[in-house]
């Protein structure tokens, strides 16, 4: 299932952390490889790019840095050698990765799985139990005027 709908506080705040890593160079992973900014950032945070591309717009300042209008098209490059300070960022990434996690299981937990107002034929095979069944086929056949079959 794909993220989508409203912005969580935790999957800005993993937004912020994943910008910066990457426009820095000190991703842990080897996944930002040849992918450019929106593509990474759409797969970590497993949404559609477009939705990505809303949200970093050119001019905007996002992780201390101004996105310029080619921001799309620039390809990941990792940094040598990593400094205390990128570590501290990169354990601040993964705390928000972990935050983001719980928030999206969360999220996608309040989503309602059916919004119509029926089930299907094998929705109510799976629900149902054999005696349920026989009950209700009776019951069917008793509304339409027709003789049942004992099973």
Same mark, same amino acid.
């Given at each position: ?11 800005? %705040? #993993? ?5 910066? %890593? ?24 497993? %949404? ?6 809303? +949200? ?5 300042? #996002?992780?201390?840095? *101004?996105?310029?209008? =080619? #921001?799309? *098209? ?7 050698? #990593? ?5 501290? *960022?990169?354990?601040?990434? *993964?705390?928000? +990765? =972990? ?9 996608? %937990? ?15 095979? =799976?629900?149902?139990?054999?005696? =349920? ?19």
């Amino acid at each position: 299932m794909r993220n989508k709908g409203r912005w969580t506080d935790a999957e800005l %705040c #993993f937004l912020e952390h994943l910008v910066s %890593c990457y426009l820095a160079g000190i991703l842990d992973d080897d996944g930002g490889k040849r992918l450019t900014l929106r593509q990474y950032v759409a797969r970590e945070l497993q %949404c559609d790019p477009m939705r990505v591309t809303k +949200r970093l717009k050119k001019g905007k300042v #996002f992780a201390r840095t *101004r996105l310029r209008a =080619n #921001f799309n *098209r620039r390809v990941y490059r990792k940094l040598d050698d #990593f400094t205390p300070a990128d570590v501290d *960022r990169l354990m601040a990434l *993964r705390d928000a +990765r =972990n935050r983001f996690l719980v928030a999206l299981e969360h999220k996608m %937990c309040k989503e309602t799985k059916a919004t119509r107002g029926y089930l299907t034929i094998q929705e109510t095979l =799976n629900a149902a139990d054999e005696d =349920n069944l026989e009950l209700e086929a009776k019951a069917m056949l008793q509304l339409r005027g027709e003789g049942y079959w004992t099973v």
